[in-house]
C-alpha cells in the first residue's frame, strides 16, 4: 500500500482499522505523515467531537474546534513526551480551546468557574428519559467541591477513563482515583440525607 | 481500610463499566461491606444515565492543510551535517559574501555547492525539494550570466558555468519527475529541462576558448532555460500543492444525491474519472444507492473529497412497491341451488335436477 494510504473500514461493515504500533504511528505523525495524522485522526475523531459538543452545544462549533484540536496537536506532537493517556492528551487541548472558546465571549472567568458554569451535563443528558434517582443525583452534584464535581462529571457524563482525566487536569491516576471515590461518598451521603 | 474501600470501588466500577449486572458486583465486591455497595450503586446508577444523542460531525481533515513544519520534517542525521555545515561557512562575514558570488570554476564555488547540498539534505518533501532546485537552477543561471556577459572573459569559467548548468537542469528535471504534485503540467516542463540540459552540456564541451561568450547559440539556450524556469513557475511548480490523501472507505451509503455519494461522514464528489464496479463487472453511479454497500477510494485534494474508485460489494435494488394490478370484474359464480323435488307424471320422484341460479350479484373483486 502506498505511502500516503490510508484504510478505514466502518464498524457496520465488520472490519477495522489496521492500526500500527501507537508508537510508531505517533513518530510517523510527528514527521508530518499524512496517512499517520489520518489514523489518529480517525481514530480519536468522534470521541473528541463528543467532548466538545457536549459544552458548546452547536455542531458547527464543535466541528470547527474539533479540526483545531487535531492541528495543534500535530503541531505539538513532535515535542510530546511520555504521557498517561494519549487520549487523554487531546480532552486536554479540546478542553483548553473550549475555555478559550468561551474566554473570547466572558471576559474575566475563572477556569474552574468556567468548567463548571458550563453546567454542560444538561447537554449530555436526555432529560426525557432520566429517572427520578438519577435527576436527583445530577441536582446533588453541584453541591460537591468544584474539583469532586469536575471528576465526577467527566467520568460518568464524559465516560472518560481515569487515566485520561488524569492526564487531562494535569494530575496523577492515583489521585483522581482517591478524589473520585470521595466524591462518590460524598454524594452517597447527600443523597441519604436526601430520601 | 479506606484504601482498600477505594480499592474494591475501582474494581466493581470497573465490572460495572463492562456491563456486569450491580448485584453481581456487589455479591463480589462488597459483601460484607454496606458502605462500599451504596457506593457502587449509586455508581451504577450515574452510568446508566442516557445519553442525548449528538449531530453527526462532519469531517474536514483541516490538519492536511498545515504546511509541515521544518523541525517537523528533518531527521535527526540533519543534525550531523548541519553543524558541519555552520562550521564550514562561520569563517567571516567576508568570507561569506565571497561565497555567495562566486561561480563554478572557483574555488569558494565548492563551498556554495557543499552549503546548498545541506539544504537539499534537509529537504524531505518532494515537492519542496523540486521547488529548491528550481530556485537553485535560477542561481546557476545568473552565475552563467554573470561570467558569459560580464567584463571579464574567462572562457574556462564560461565553460564550467555552461556545464553547472546543464547539470542543474537535468537535477532539476529528476526532482520535478519526483514530485507529486501537478504531474500533467510537470511532464511538459521535465521534458524541456531534459532537452535543455543535452544542449548546454553539449554547448559546455565544444566551448570554443574565445568565442563562447559571443555565441549567438550559447545566448539562445541561455535565454531558452530562463524561459523554461519561468514556465515552471507559471504552471504553479513553485505552488505545489502537498500530495494527496487517498483514503478507502468502505461500508452502508447513507445518500446518493446528484453526483455526491454520502458515505460515513464523507461527502464524495463522482466525476468522468470515477471507476464503478459491481463485483467484476462495469457499473455505474446509477447502481449505488442508499441499500448499497461498497468500498470507496477517493481523494482529499483540498478541500473536496473526489472518488476515484467505487466497488458496490452488496447491491440491492430499492424496494419498489408493486404496481397495483388492474382489478377485474370477476364472473358471479353460479349459485347451485337444489329445486323442489318434481314429481312426475306418474307420481314417481323425478330425479333431482339443480336448477341453476344465476345470481347477480355487486361484481365482486380480486382481493
Known amino acids: 500500500m502506498p505511502e500516503n494510504h490510508v484504510y478505514i473500514s466502518t464498524a457496520a461493515y465488520g472490519g477495522s482499522t489496521p492500526m500500527a504500533d501507537l508508537e510508531s504511528l505517533i513518530s510517523s505523525a510527528s514527521k508530518g505523515d499524512h496517512a499517520a495524522q489520518t489514523q489518529i485522526y480517525e481514530e480519536y475523531f468522534d470521541r473528541v467531537y463528543r467532548f466538545i459538543f457536549y459544552r458548546v452545544s452547536h455542531k458547527q462549533i464543535a466541528e470547527d474546534l474539533t479540526e483545531e484540536v487535531f492541528i495543534k496537536a500535530f503541531r505539538s506532537l513532535s515535542s510530546l513526551k511520555a504521557t498517561l493517556s494519549f487520549e487523554g492528551w487531546f480532552f486536554r487541548i479540546a478542553r483548553n480551546l473550549v475555555i478559550d472558546h468561551y474566554r473570547k465571549a466572558k471576559t474575566t472567568i475563572d477556569i474552574e468557574e468556567l468548567e463548571n458554569t458550563l453546567e454542560y451535563e444538561e447537554n449530555i443528558v436526555d432529560s426525557a428519559n432520566i429517572s427520578l434517582d438519577q435527576k436527583r443525583l445530577l441536582s446533588l452534584m453541584k453541591q460537591l467541591p468544584p474539583e469532586q464535581q469536575i471528576i465526577i462529571k467527566l467520568k460518568f457524563l464524559d465516560e472518560l477513563e481515569n487515566e485520561e482525566i488524569a492526564e487531562m487536569l494535569n494530575k496523577s491516576e492515583v489521585s483522581i482515583r482517591v478524589t473520585q471515590h470521595r466524591a462518590i461518598s460524598k454524594l452517597k451521603s447527600l443523597f441519604k440525607n436526601f430520601i | ?367
Open chain 2, 1 to 367: 481500610m479506606e484504601d482498600k474501600r477505594e480499592q474494591l470501588y475501582t474494581e466493581g466500577l470497573t465490572s460495572l463499566k463492562t456491563g456486569a449486572p450491580l448485584p453481581a458486583v456487589l455479591a463480589m465486591f462488597a459483601k460484607d461491606d454496606t458502605e462500599l455497595a451504596e457506593e457502587l450503586t449509586l455508581a451504577s446508577i450515574l452510568l446508566s444515565i442516557p445519553k442525548q444523542q449528538i449531530p453527526r460531525p462532519i469531517k474536514a481533515f483541516k490538519f492536511t492543510e498545515q504546511p509541515i513544519s521544518f523541525w517537523n520534517r528533518v531527521s535527526w542525521r540533519s543534525f550531523v551535517i548541519a553543524p558541519l555545515a555552520v562550521v564550514l561557512f562561520a569563517t567571516t562575514a567576508v568570507g561569506v559574501h565571497f561565497t555567495s558570488k562566486a561561480t563554478a570554476g572557483q574555488k569558494l564555488f565548492v563551498v556554495k555547492k557543499a552549503y546548498e547540498k545541506t539544504q537539499l539534505a534537509l529537504t524531505i518533501n518532494p515537492e519542496s525539494k523540486a521547488q529548491l532546485q528550481l530556485e537553485l537552477s535560477q542561481k546557476r543561471l545568473q552565475e552563467a550570466e554573470s561570467v558569459l556577459y560580464g567584463p571579464e572573459k574567462n572562457p574556462k569559467l564560461q565553460a564550467a558555468a555552461l556545464a553547472e548548468l546543464s547539470a542543474q537542469a537535468k537535477t532539476t528535471a529528476e526532482a520535478v519527475k519526483q514530485s507529486n504534485a501537478n504531474q500533467d503540467q510537470n511532464s511538459d516542463t521535465v521534458a524541456s529541462l531534459e532537452s535543455i540540459s543535452s544542449e548546454l552540456a553539449s554547448l559546455s564541451k565544444n566551448a570554443d576558448t574565445t568565442t563562447a561568450s559571443s555565441s549567438s547559440n550559447t545566448a539562445a539556450k541561455v535565454e531558452n532555460f530562463k524561459k523554461i524556469l519561468t514556465a515552471a513557475k507559471d504552471t504553479g511548480i513553485t505552488h505545489l500543492d502537498p500530495a494527496p490523501t487517498v483514503i478507502t472507505v468502505s461500508g452502508k451509503v447513507q445518500n446518493v444525491q446528484d453526483n455526491i455519494i454520502y458515505i460515513e461522514n464523507y461527502a464524495w464528489e463522482v466525476n468522468e474519472k470515477t471507476t464503478f464496479k459491481l463485483g467484476t463487472e462495469k457499473a455505474s453511479l446509477k447502481e449505488v444507492n442508499k441499500t448499497s454497500t461498497i468500498k470507496l477510494t477517493g481523494e482529499k485534494k483540498n478541500e473536496h473529497f473526489i472518488a476515484t474508485d467505487v466497488i458496490i460489494t452488496v447491491a440491492e435494488k430499492p424496494t419498489e412497491t408493486p404496481k397495483a394490478e388492474p382489478k377485474e370484474k370477476i364472473k358471479p359464480t353460479p349459485k347451485i341451488v337444489p329445486t323442489s323435488t318434481p314429481v312426475s307424471s306418474n307420481n314417481e320422484p323425478m330425479k333431482v335436477i339443480s336448477r341453476i341460479i344465476v345470481e347477480d350479484p355487486t361484481p365482486q373483486y380480486q382481493p
